[in-house]
């Protein structure tokens, strides 16, 4: 392989390095586990596994499903209960991903557990040995709040209002703005809408007092979840800063990494074109192929000859 090829193949691996590794809808949020673990090769992994594999497919062609599952030879406790959702603005294909990846993601949280959920940006899955569905759950699973921005009449107004509007939407999912404020919520489609608004009235509640003129906020629930940010953005803008710094980080990485590669080919390539000229020119007339044995009888040649002509 010539300098040339060895330098591109590995400028084209570095370059493939800098594209991104996952999408935003794989951040992710919080994961929760049972306590209980269920037995290796026992019916209830096996409905386990297959309620898993039905949350993936059915993910192809739907935002929302669940599922009950008990395979043949299993018992009333061997039951299995499941859903999925994703979030409302995706594409069935981001959907199935974000859903494939959280399938994978469970079995490194929840290893053996009997039951499990895990919340990424785009997605929500959920399975237990007892039913939940349709059950309420207004518990607080997780919530976060960004950096105070002071007292700002019209910000909180514009807030207030727009979690306002999230609230009294009627719908499962519903993305709004008001002012320079955005902001998303969501219910698992499981509840009820009477149950789904209520779900949010309390998380938009506890968005409030919880993050108060907090410049963003997060409210993640049992069963519902609301979200603003003042940057315009309800994707965790928060965290795109980080993101940006380490996106920066390596850049400046992979700059250092190709200028080093470039400066070796060149010294390889000057050394090449340097052996090639003093082989034209004689300077390097021996081959590593040749015997020692002939080479040594030519030079004592040599000097019998130079010898006689001294004579």
């Known amino acids: 392989m010539s300098v040339h090829a060895i330098f591109l193949s590995m400028l084209c691996i570095l370059l493939g390095l800098a594209k991104p590794s996952s999408s935003a809808t794989d951040t992710f949020v919080f994961g929760g586990c049972s306590q209980i673990k269920y037995a290796p090769g026992s019916p209830y992994e096996y409905n386990v596994n297959s309620i898993l594999s039905s949350l993936v497919n059915s993910a192809s062609s739907t935002s929302y499903n669940n599922f009950k599952i008990s395979l043949p030879g299993s018992t009333k406790a061997d039951i299995v209960y499941g859903l999925y959702q994703c979030r409302g603005d995706l594409s069935n294909s981001d959907c199935r991903d974000c859903v494939a990846h959280a399938v994978s993601r469970l079995g490194v949280v929840c290893p053996g557990s009997s039951g499990g959920a895990l919340q990424f940006d785009g997605c929500f899955i959920k399975y237990d040995n007892m039913t939940f569905f349709g059950v309420q759950d207004k518990g607080v699973v997780m919530k976060k709040c960004g950096p105070s921005i002071g007292f700002d009449s019209d910000g909180m107004t514009s807030r207030d209002s727009l979690l306002g509007y999230l609230t009294a939407g009627g719908q499962y999912f519903r993305v709004g703005g008001s002012g320079n404020v955005q902001g998303v919520a969501q219910c698992v489609q499981d509840l009820s809408m009477s149950q789904c608004q209520d779900c949010l009235a309390e998380a938009t509640l506890q968005l409030k007092n919880q993050c108060g003129s907090a410049a963003w906020g997060d409210m993640f ?91």
Do not use: W
Request: charged share 35%; hydrophobic share 35%; with cysteine.
């Open 221 to 311: 629930l049992g069963k519902c979840y609301a979200r603003y940010s003042s940057r315009g953005d309800h994707s965790r803008d928060h965290d795109s800063h980080d993101d940006n710094d380490n996106d920066d980080e390596m850049q400046k990485t992979l700059a250092i990494l190709i200028g080093l590669i470039a400066g070796v080919a060149l010294v390889i390539v000057f050394l090449s074109c340097l052996a090639k000229l003093c082989d034209r020119k004689g300077f390097f007339h021996i081959s590593s192929k040749e015997d020692p044995h002939s080479l040594k009888a030519e030079i004592q040649e040599d000097r019998y000859i130079e010898a006689r002509e001294r004579k």
